[in-house]
């Protein structure tokens, strides 16, 4: 079967990610409009899939392709997508691609097609050409209707329809209605949290660590996820207070059950005092990056951010199991008034990235050979997140301890 996945802002992480929660990934393409097309011979659960991916909007089945202009196949191809039930049918379309497309002439002929066969029925519009995950959840399209979308390849048109929509009402909410939160300090978005967990490659029968916890994001997705046991750890009380008081939200909210967790007083730079030698599986982290409000003196903080990351990673050396990895985030710095940065070598942004000691472990390009040629990473194989005008970005590291 072939599936399309509509990518978020950030690509080369999106793909990342499937890549580390698909294994049979055939004949993959990254196509110029943000979109990732794939052949599988595995039935992909759509719907549970993209409540556990970060960095996806939407999964959908691909039925065929055509000519981009050849409107009387596409048509065809598009009646045979649609499937009304009792009541009004609603459907809607989307058109991923650069070149002029007329989905107002095809939304016409759907709409009297179905007339003619008697089908009550409502065409699901946007000011956009694309409808947006909102919009197709607010409509109940994946459930009462259909979104057929098109995607540029060229001179052809992949011709599918949507199976799932991400959950940004689910993520808004655990994002913003959490009882504890602290803006000075920052909070990890459940969006990434998710995306660096996926790449840890933790299993739900396994422990995960967050050496600095925060306000528990990194534990509360773990267990959404599935997870019976996780460990958080941080050098601030207050952060330690936020982590349990979130987590118990969590754990009453979505009424999840046989629970292990543990929240410890205690710095990264001291874990292995408190955790036995390598009784951890994976550890997914974004330790402190330096401040993010008024000026910095970059040279003074790369200095100190990689003193305590080299001493954390000894001591995540110790207590992580053999082959286990570390997912991390290392500040990245830009010293230009425009702060933009991106993977590309070319890139002309100066940037200031931070080098800790990470001996005994191993830098994992989470991107497939196959499709490193047309996905800029940084110098040492790494991904950056973070958004234009942003100070500080974050540079995503995949450590695996040897």
Known sequence: MKY????GNHPHISIAEIYSQINNIISPELLNNGCFVFETNDNIDAKNLIKKLGGTIKIGLIEDSTSL????????LT?????????????????YGNKKFNTKKLGMRIKSFLKDKKISCRWVISREKTLSSVVVTQNKLCQKG???????????????KTLAVQAFKELSFRDYNRPARDSKSGMLPPKLAQIMINLSQVTKDEVLLDPFC?????????????????IGSDVSEKAVKDTTTNTDWIINKFQLENIDYSVNHKSATEISNLLEKESINAIVTEPYLGPQRGEQKVKEIKTELEKLY???????????????????????FTTNKERKIT?????????????????????????????????????????IYGREGQRVWREIVILEKE
């Open 310 to 332: 080299s001493e954390s990673l000894s001591e995540f050396k110790k207590i992580l199991k053999k082959n286990g990895r570390v997912v991390i985030l290392w500040p990245v």
């Open 343 to 383: 993977n590309s070598k070319s890139s002309k942004t100066e940037a200031v990235h931070i080098t800790p000691d990470y001996s005994g472990f191993k830098i994992v390009n989470p991107i497939p050979k196959k499709l490193q040629d047309k996905i800029d990473l940084t110098h040492r194989k790494t991904l």
């Open 146 to 160: 259909i979104e057929i979308v098109l995607l540029e390849n060229g001179k052809n048109v992949l011709v599918g």
């Open 214 to 230: 925060g306000s528990g994001t990194v534990l509360m997705e773990n267990l959404l996820m599935g997870a019976k046991k996780v």
């Open 79 to 95: 009646k045979s997508l649609l499937s009304p039930g009792e009541g009004k049918f609603k459907f809607g379309i989307s058109y």
């Open 69 to 76: 202009y050849n409107p009387e196949k596409i048509f065809k």
């Open 4 to 7: 399309f996945f509509i990518l």
